[in-house]
């Protein structure tokens, strides 16, 4: 199977900076899009933004101009640079990659464990 880790969350100062890593690994074959979701307390699932292999990238408008996706197709990454935090970007941040184990399989859906990323001074 896939596992997808994340890290880099912690907690941050209001107009401060984060970066997250997402690593693929297991059986992989290939990897389509990857993205970001985010769950904040009290509040559904977000989808923060995704990049497909050829970099083409979308994002929720909540987060565009601050947020920036990019991804290492070599290393099966997944990164995630955050700039001007605000306490309304607090949230479990969910790194998601649409990937196939073999050349017959289908592609599926699987999610990273979360990572917390807290705005706070």
């Known amino acids: 199977q896939v596992q997808l880790v994340e890290s880099g969350g912690g907690l941050v100062q209001p107009g401060g900076s984060l970066r997250l890593s997402c690593a693929a690994s297991?059986?992989?074959?290939?990897?389509?899009?990857m993205g970001w979701y985010r769950r904040a307390p009290g509040k559904q699932r977000e989808l923060v933004t995704t990049?497909?292999?050829?970099?083409?990238?979308n994002y929720a408008d909540s987060v565009k101009g601050r947020f920036t996706i990019s991804r290492d197709n070599a290393k099966n990454t997944v990164y995630l640079q955050m700039n001007s935090l605000s306490p309304e970007d607090t949230a479990v941040y969910y790194c998601?990659?649409?990937?196939?184990?073999?050349?017959?399989?289908?592609?599926?859906?699987?999610w990273g464990q979360g990572t917390q990323v807290t705005v706070s001074s």
């Open positions: 990049i497909t292999p050829e970099g083409k990238t």
């Open positions: 297991g059986k992989i074959f290939s990897i389509n899009a």
């Open positions: 998601v990659g649409d990937a196939r184990i073999d050349y017959g399989s289908a592609y599926a859906m699987y």
